[in-house]
């Protein structure tokens, strides 16, 4: 058998392109015949992983064209000419005399339990700031009634919304592809057997289309701009599109669109000619779909009966591009007012990455700096209505009086008995204070938890460098309060992640660490880092990524250790 085998991956974890390295091996142990040597895609990279996919496919073609040459009476699309779309759009006359988007998909009463599918409209009954007027981030607190909705959920799950494009985003797309949004349409595949998206009624508004289901508000990926260019009737534009689509265009495209982070609709507005072209049967093939956000549930339902509540950081940050970036779900959540009117969201619950001990005498160590500190809530709720004890929390922000978040719950339930809180306010002294810092101060009491009364240990946020910072002050605290050496240390550690006696929120990337053989200390790469190139920090636009030796690294995730067994 030939094969060929192309990885994608991300070369700042520890397994990079694992599944890929493994196929590849296994396939020339049955006797497979590579046809060209492992192809391993590196979203690190500069140039994302096109940097080695577009010269790997390239010899692809040319060994698999050598070896299987196209027949004669089979001709060749030319370069330029877009494949026949997937869908055909059929316009109505006439605009339906029943809303069949009213019927469709998200309901107040659902027929089963919510889904991706069908989402439960949660009303929304609060959404409040928690933050200080003056701090510069904006945090919400924001409880929705799920009553009737039959969602259960315990700590650490997770709910996803589907967010929403902006109204006036929705009137400049439209505008600049000549669209009415009042119009309605019937979707067609072209192909038997292929299915209409489940998530669009039948039939469809333009407006409807555009609002819940066209993801305007992304950064393009190269294919659009490839499939761009093939629709564009303008020779200006078009030469520019191809420049930007090509192999060669890749570093004038991450310039132009992955820095300053610019959006699909702000794209097509930079190409007037082009977007006024667009065939309408090429809409769902150019414009990928909105995706749902997972947020950490904030409460339990034994503390809340019927509510269920989520902490928000509203996402909005300055590139060189004139108009803030904002994050498309959030900056939706945090426009909406219930106190105006009736406002209700589409949700549903899925079990999220973290499990807690039902056994009522096992210690938790709660580890849970700014927003990341929303799931502890929900489980120290669960735990105390419980009357589980040995309740630890970590938590740390920059103000006292600016984001310590549900600083009179915590205080309250000190008093009782039931929670020892550790507090780390970075910006209130000369010299920064974070968690890590608390967790090496408190060593002896953190090796006895861990150690003596088989504590478990929690770590949830994306703070930059911060949990690679925490696993780097526990092996401190392994070495220092245990008599562990430096490999012994980082053992300790990533057997306590196999037996999931520590736990990171999986929806985060994994901390990553090494053992430097010089010094014996574990030396971690913090979240941010893998996703430097990728993700904007509040004070700016993304900053080019490092590349580091993958082969130095070794994973501390309980996903990698869990997901290890199926491969």
Not at 357 to 372: A, K, L, Y
Not at 480 to 497: H, T, V
Request: hydrophobic share 40%; with cysteine; net charge neutral.
């Amino acid at each position: 058998m030939d094969f060929a085998v192309l990885g994608l991956g991300d070369s700042s974890y520890a397994k990079f392109n694992f599944v890929a390295k493994k196929l590849y091996r296994r396939l020339l142990q049955l006797g497979g015949s590579a046809l060209l040597p492992l192809c391993l895609g590196d979203d690190q990279h500069e140039l994302g992983p096109d940097a080695a996919v577009d010269p790997w496919l390239h010899d692809l073609w040319e060994k698999v064209l050598w070896l299987y040459p196209v027949p004669p009476d089979l001709g060749v699309i030319p370069t330029g000419v877009p494949l026949p779309s997937t869908f055909t759009l059929h316009f109505l006359l006439e605009a339906p005399r029943t809303c069949s988007e009213e019927q469709h998909g998200a309901s107040t009463d659902p027929q089963g339990p919510p889904s991706e599918w069908q989402p439960f409209l949660a009303p929304m009954v609060t959404n409040q700031r928690v933050t200080g007027p003056s701090h510069f981030q904006d945090v919400r607190l924001i409880e929705f009634d799920i009553t009737g909705s039959g969602l259960s959920f315990a700590a650490g799950d997770v709910v996803l919304i589907q967010p929403e494009n902006r109204a006036s985003d929705l009137g400049r797309f439209c505008q600049a592809l000549g669209l009415d949004p009042d119009q309605y349409f019937t979707l067609q595949p072209r192909e038997p057997g292929v299915p209409c998206p489940a998530q669009l009624p039948q039939p469809c508004s333009v407006r409807h289309l555009v609002a819940h289901y066209l993801d305007i508000a992304s950064v393009p990926r190269r294919s659009f701009f490839e499939l761009l260019a093939c629709l564009s009737p303008h020779e200006l534009e078009r030469e520019k599109l191809l420049q930007l689509s090509s192999p060669q265009g890749q570093e004038e495209l991450y310039s132009y669109c992955n820095r300053p982070r610019r959006t699909i609709l702000e794209v097509l507005c930079d190409f007037p000619h082009t977007a006024g072209a667009i065939p309408a049967d090429y809409l769902l093939d150019l414009i990928p779909l909105i995706r749902p956000r997972a947020f950490s549930i904030a409460s339990s339902l034994l503390a809340h009966p019927l509510r269920l509540q989520i902490l928000v950081a509203v996402v909005q940050y300055q590139t060189r591009l004139k108009e803030p970036r904002r994050g498309l779900c959030s900056s939706w959540l945090a426009s909406l007012d219930p106190g105006q009117g009736p406002v209700y969201v589409p949700l549903w619950v899925r079990p999220g990455g973290l499990t807690f001990p039902e056994t009522p005498d096992t210690p938790v160590i709660m580890v849970g700096p700014g927003t990341g500190v929303a799931p502890f809530r929900a489980a120290i709720q669960e735990r105390v209505a419980r009357d589980q004890t040995g309740n630890f929390l970590f938590f740390g922000c920059r103000w006292r009086d600016q984001d310590f978040y549900w600083e009179a719950e915590w205080l309250q339930l000190e008093r009782k008995g039931c929670l020892m809180l550790f507090t780390a306010f970075s910006r209130e002294q000369e010299r920064k204070i974070y968690v890590q810092h608390r967790l090496r101060e408190l060593g002896p009491l953190v090796w006895d938890l861990l150690d003596r009364q088989g504590a478990y240990f929690y770590l949830a946020g994306n703070a930059k460098c911060m949990p690679a910072d925490v696993s780097e002050a526990l092996a401190s605290v392994f070495q220092e309060e245990g008599g562990l050496s430096g490999p012994d240390a980082a053992n300790y550690l990533a057997r306590l992640q196999r037996t999931l006696r520590f736990q990171r929120d999986r929806r985060f990337p994994v901390t990553l660490c090494h053992i430097c053989v010089p010094c014996h200390k574990v030396h971690g790469l913090g979240s941010g880092w893998r996703s430097a190139r990728t993700r904007a920090p509040g004070g700016g636009g993304p900053q080019p990524a490092q590349a580091l030796p993958a082969s130095i690294l070794e994973s501390l995730s309980n996903k990698l250790w869990a997901l290890r067994g199926r491969f």
